[in-house]
């Protein structure tokens, strides 16, 4: 079978695949139509998120068998269509979570110490220390929506401390030894802490709204590692301006993309971003939860290993 690589990934997944006797060809600067004009010639795709993969694509891919996601997420790619086509999808939650579990708790402790903000300060000469007095995290209640391999693994990096882990997810029996699966509206009820470790899809944007926040009894603490989209950001800003939320750890945001950059070479940048931009009770980062040393190589075995499984 020939594959054709559209992204850059770590190495071993092109030198295994043709180890295991596939073709393997890269193009990662060719425009979408210009990859549609050849795609017919090959059985497998491999691809990160350079651009999305709709049915215009996939009725160009006559011959495709599989497209391996190298990723958690497959909302790049109109699944439906594809599975209708019989072509296989492969992702690769399992090669991130850990990195995934492991920033959503750095980004947590930041900010409930302040590091961020008290870094800041000690560099410019500043000893400020009863402003910069933490929480902490024994004694809390933290509440993970989506609870599949990326709200897992942070509910077991969550166990090395004296507290509550409560889970929300579609799916039912979820729940195990590290999370309680709890109804939404408990959940709301109890949690200090929300993680979002949910997919974009339908259900998902636009999901943490006014609405949804001040359905929460408490004032609490938003981490998102998940996706933008998944938060309004003029929603969070009302509420951290509110005290509703206390504080958050963003390491996506819904401005993500070729829009990015955009916002600071404009006269156009959102109020809510600028905002974000400017408190010391916002942690940003950007979109690295599963992008390590060590999640760049468990994501291309991953992929490799499910096209052995299903193909060899």
Known sequence: MKILHLDSNHPLLINQLNDLGYTNHTDFSASKSEIESKIKDYDGIIIRSRFSIDQTFLDAAENLKFIGR???????????????????????????????????????????????????????????????????????????????????AFAKKLQGFDLNVLCYDIKDNMGDNNAKQVSLKELQAKADILSLHTPQTELTLNMVNSKFINGF????????????????????????????????????????????????????????????????????????????????????????????????
């Open 70 to 152: 190298v990723g958690a997420g497959l909302e790049n790619i109109d699944c439906d269509y594809a599975q209708k086509k019989g072509v296989y999808l492969i992702s690769a939650p399992e090669g991130n979570r850990n990195a995934v579990g492991e920033h959503a708790l750095g980004m947590l402790l930041s900010l409930f110490n302040k590091l961020n903000k008290a870094d800041r300060e000690v560099r410019q000469g500043k000893w400020f220390r009863e402003a910069n007095r933490g929480i902490e995290l024994d004694g809390k209640t933290v509440g993970l929506i989506g609870y599949g391999n990326m709200g897992k």
């Open 217 to 312: 009894k408490k004032p609490f603490w938003l981490i998102n590692t998940a996706r933008g989209k998944s938060v309004v950001t003029e929603d969070l800003v009302a509420a951290l301006e509110s005290k509703k939320i206390l504080g958050a750890g963003l390491d996506v945001l819904e401005y993500e993309k070729s829009s990015f950059e955009n916002l600071f070479n404009s006269d156009n940048m959102p109020e809510a971003f600028q905002y974000l931009i400017n408190a010391n009770n916002v942690l940003l980062t950007p979109h690295v939860a599963g992008w390590t040393v060590e999640s760049n190589t468990k994501l291309a075995q991953t992929i490799v290993d499910k096209i052995k499984a299903k193909f060899c």
